[in-house]
């Protein structure tokens, strides 16, 4: 049974040709580069077609992969290096720093609006946790052998993150924010 295995063990399965360890390898970590490409990209079809790209090429170069375990980091960059790709090939401009300001009684869809742009002011590896913790809501675990840092280093980024979101959101009208 392939889907108990742990990642090395289909790496290096995959690096010698087995197509089925491959395509459990894309199964679990599919959505964590979507996010990935979303944090840079902010358009989830680009995204992805970004981790998309990323698994072509890791595919391509897996065997040139030098440690199993390193997977989901290696992983992870490839994926950073096709959504910038992708960005550039957009020639996307920068967001504005200053939130637009809202009354207090706006509509849903207004501060669905509101908290997107908030996520969209987030330097892309805040971007990064934020979309791997709460919109796939993987573990710390796993979230750390994606991006390759310490369960603490997530927590810090995660902590940084929220208060820069409710920071935004603060100057964009809603009065209380609690993160």
């Known amino acids: 049974m ?27 970590y599919y959505g964590a580069m979507v996010a990935i490409g979303h944090a840079i990209l902010r358009d989830r079809h680009l995204a992805e077609d970004a981790a998309q790209q990323a698994f072509a090429k890791a595919a391509v170069n897996l065997g040139k992969l030098r440690q199993a375990d390193q997977f989901g980091s290696w992983l992870a960059a490839i994926c950073r290096n096709e959504a910038r790709d992708l ?24 501060s669905c609006n509101i908290v997107r742009e ?29 991006l390759g840092i310490s369960e603490q280093a997530i927590n810090g980024r995660l902590r940084r993150a ?14 209380e924010v609690d993160l």
């Open 2 to 28: 392939i889907e108990g295995k742990p990642d090395n063990v289909l790496v290096e399965r995959a690096a010698q040709g087995d197509g089925e360890s491959f395509t459990e390898l894309c199964r679990r």
């Open 87 to 110: 960005a550039q090939d957009r020639r996307e401009s920068p967001m504005d720093d200053e939130p637009p300001v809202v009354d207090s009684q706006a509509d849903p869809d207004e």
């Open 118 to 146: 908030a996520l969209n002011q987030l330097p892309a590896e805040a971007k990064e946790v934020i979309y791997l913790r709460f919109y796939d809501g993987l573990s710390y675990d796993r979230i750390s052998a994606v």
């Open 162 to 175: 929220k208060k820069r979101l409710a920071q935004y959101l603060r100057r964009s009208g809603f009065d």
